[in-house]
């Protein structure tokens, strides 16, 4: 029996984009990740105060956990 290969931007696109469980898709709001995308793509949050912070924040996480 021999195995069929995917092709590499088949493979891309599943490693890409992760399902949300049905569960906890009311969690997700996509409107609101697409237009995140946009401005990390727009370069939006590499600035140095966003950074900080950023840092800030998963400090603080780190810290509670």
Do not use: H, W
């Amino acid at each position: 029996m021999t195995r069929s290969r995917r092709s590499s931007s088949s493979n891309r696109r599943s490693t890409s984009r992760r399902s949300v469980p049905v569960s906890d898709a009311s969690l997700v709001r996509l409107p609101r990740v697409r237009s995140a995308q946009k401005r990390i793509e727009a370069g939006f949050y590499d600035r140095t105060e966003i950074r900080d912070r950023l840092a800030d924040a998963v400090l603080k996480v780190i810290l509670r956990g």
